[in-house]
């Protein structure tokens, strides 16, 4: 595939055959960021793990220091107080009504909360929830009685991660706008987090690989020795 001139300029500023530390290697996505547009930063771990294995399958959240710098809208499914509470807590929609819009094609949410008493309307959305990953689990804390601390720890940079089925990470970690140290920290507090959510089962090497980079920019690869 052929490369704009601009991504071309952009490489020229990456040693590919280089692993980098995490603070050289978001200054060098920031310096290789070329776009017009406030490029997301990402990052993508390979993991030495099966995800074909129920055991070995690897999913957590994390609270990113300094959030992602992309607004998220909350919905929390509930009834009675909690309606208020979500709303307090900094919801952007609440109520159990939302249950029909769903089923009506409303999709304008990021985030879905739910109490566990309105878990059964939830289960016919399924096929409609399921493939935007909007259906609220209990072990990414989407499913709690505790509103109140969901939609803030969503509101402050809270993200889901789970490994895909080539055994890969996916992650956004801030924005180019963000400095060289919030991003910094983001991905620091990200990398710890997936070594925490190592499977007693996976063997062998687990962090197998780790690259970060903007939406158009070069990927800046990780030194992940400290890792293994």
């Avoid at 055959?17 to 200054?27: H, K, L, M, T």
């Avoid at 939302?98 to 096929?127: F, H, N, S």
């Avoid at 690259?211 to 990927?219: A, F, I, L, Y």
Wanted: hydrophobic content about 40%; glycine content about 10%.
């Amino acid at each position: 595939m052929a490369h704009g001139k601009k991504f071309v300029t952009a490489l020229t500023k990456v040693d590919r055959s280089r692993e980098y530390q995490i603070p050289d290697a978001v200054s060098l996505v920031k310096q290789a960021g070329f776009a017009k547009f406030n490029e997301t930063v990402d990052v993508a771990v390979r993991l030495g793990v099966d995800p074909r294995h129920a055991d070995q399958v690897v999913r957590g959240t994390v609270v990113l220091p300094h959030g992602t710098g992309k607004p998220v809208r909350v919905l929390v499914i509930t009834q009675g107080e909690k309606v208020k509470d979500a709303l307090d807590a900094g919801a952007d929609f609440a109520g159990v009504e939302y249950v029909q819009k769903l089923k009506e094609g409303w999709l304008e949410c990021d985030v879905i909360v739910a109490t566990p008493d309105v878990m059964g309307q939830l289960g016919q959305l399924g096929r409609i929830l399921g493939p935007r990953g909007l259906m609220p689990n209990p072990k990414a804390g989407t499913v709690t009685m505790d509103v109140t601390r969901a939609v803030r720890e969503i509101k402050a940079g809270k993200i889901e991660f789970r490994v895909d089925k080539t055994g890969n990470v996916h992650a956004p970690i801030g924005k180019i706008n963000f400095s060289a140290q919030q991003l910094a920290e983001n991905l620091q507090t990200f990398m710890d987090t997936i070594v925490r959510a190592k499977p007693a089962a996976a063997k062998g090497q687990y962090i197998r690989t780790a690259t970060v980079s903007s939406t158009m920019g070069p990927g800046v690869r990780l030194d992940t020795a400290v890792y293994r």
